[in-house]
């Protein structure tokens, strides 16, 4: 199979021609209408990560963010419902909300003050008498999106004919299942969050996340930085045991560390690093017993794996890490760091512990993410050169084989996380 594209057509072909199985089109990162096609084919047409339950803790609870381009309200109404809502007034266009969360009764527009409550009903307009026999309320409510959950994590979709959500998440749902036993025993909340953007299109991030190959090169730093036990850990360039698998729908999960992605799987012989003496002795001192300190501690580097849910957000270890497009060459990033939800005496000391981790890694002064960003402009500024030059995504192919389970699976440096997503980029972006 040839590894080019002819410099002739390549700026003709239609967006499903740009994938082969080895190969992607340049092209994809840099053209403004591809992206203005995917905002509509993939992000208005299949479920959007929008919020986890943490963040809704009560009724009147809510999150402004987006699905794709669009700008939505996550909302806990009176019921215990979540609504996801276009957060756009069905008036003159106005948006309700410009706070990132908070508590609410309901959002009244700025504008002209019509009012809708927490599942998106319109309550009230000002002077009514204006619209007698022109304006039926029970018409006019918010836009209300398709929301539905798993293990925590909700979703939003345009697409009110889509498969239920736990269909498209399918064998993901495994993965979410042991992601969220990072609590050690307890939930998982959100700890904090932070955002920053990057100079690069959103599938160059996308990638990112299952790509175990850039990590000792891109992160060399980081690994010079950390303690022998840890630097050891994520030593898996070599390991036969870490791989990559295929979860279908464009969904992978990256296995750097296989004996933590089962936290509950611990015969008890790997020794707690030396570093967690410290909150080793605060949790006995909190009346834990040697069990429920282990299973803590372990946990808290959270997961030994990325797992990469198509197409905007990442379950990446120890935290979610969701991507928002801007234009073809211009995404957000926001990271969302995670902890256990428990007694203060219990689940402080460890939350403590984890953002500390966080920062140093993923923190925007960490050693991780800046060079990950790094990266990522650099594909952007280098991906305008030659167009009918491919970008490969062949690495480890030849050995890409089923797992026990049917998953295509290959080493953890191999992109097979990468075909998994561009196979269903492919399919939502053809012509019918």
């Not at 019509?114 to 002077?127: F, N, V």
């Not at 969904?251 to 080793?280: C, K, N, W």
């Not at 000391?349 to 953002?355: F, G, I, K, Q």
């Not at 491919?390 to 890409?400: A, K, M, T």
């Amino acid at each position: 199979m040839t590894l080019e594209f002819s410099a002739d057509t390549v700026h003709d072909l239609a967006p499903h021609d740009l994938v082969g199985e080895d190969r992607v089109a340049g092209r994809m990162y840099t053209d403004p209408r591809l992206f203005e096609r995917e905002m509509t084919a993939i992000f208005e047409r299949t479920w959007v990560w929008v919020a986890h339950d943490s963040e809704l803790p009560k009724a009147g609870s809510f999150k402004s963010t987006y699905v794709g381009r669009q700008p939505v309200i996550v909302t806990k109404d009176r019921k215990g419902n979540v609504n996801t809502l276009l957060n756009r007034c069905r008036h003159r266009g106005a948006s309700l909300c410009e706070q990132r969360t908070g508590q609410a009764n309901g959002f009244t527009c700025p504008y002209h003050a019509w009012s809708y409550g927490l599942d998106g009903k319109l309550r009230g307009i000002p002077y009514p008498d204006g619209y007698e026999g022109v304006v039926e309320k029970g018409e006019l409510g918010l836009r209300k999106l398709r929301t539905e959950s798993y293990a925590g994590m909700i979703f939003a979709t345009f697409a009110e004919d889509i498969e239920p959500l736990e269909d498209f998440l399918g064998d993901v749902k495994l993965w979410i299942d042991r992601f969220m036993k990072q609590g050690g025993g307890y939930p998982v909340k959100v700890l904090g969050t932070h955002q920053f953007r990057f100079r690069g299109n959103w599938k160059i991030q996308l990638e990112n996340t299952t790509d175990g190959y850039h990590f000792p090169i891109v992160h060399r730093s980081w690994m010079a930085s950390v303690d022998a036990e840890t630097a050891d850990m994520m030593s898996f360039m070599t390991d036969p045991s870490a791989v990559t698998h295929d979860l279908g729908h464009g969904h992978s999960v990256m296995q750097m560390v296989p004996g933590h992605a089962d936290l509950d799987a611990d015969d008890g012989t790997e020794p707690l690093q030396p570093r967690f003496d410290g909150l080793v002795d605060e949790l006995r001192s909190a009346g834990l017993d040697d069990t429920a300190v282990r299973k803590l501690v372990r946990a808290v580097h959270g997961t030994g794996f990325n797992l990469n849910l198509f197409p905007n957000v990442s379950m990446s270890n120890s935290f979610l890490r969701v991507l928002r497009p801007l234009s073809a060459n211009e995404t957000l990033i926001e990271h969302v760091a995670l902890g256990p939800d428990g007694p203060p005496e219990v689940v402080d000391p460890v939350n403590r512990e984890r953002l500390r981790i966080h920062e140093h890694f993923q923190g925007p002064f960490g050693f991780g993410t800046p060079d990950d960003a790094e990266g990522w402009d650099r594909v952007q500024r280098g991906a305008q050169a030659a167009p009918d030059m491919p970008i490969l995504v062949n690495r480890g192919l030849s050995r890409e084989t089923p797992s026990p389970e049917g998953w295509p699976t290959a080493h953890v440096t191999d992109e097979t996380g990468m075909r998994a997503a561009y196979a269903q980029w492919k399919e939502m972006m053809r012509d019918d």
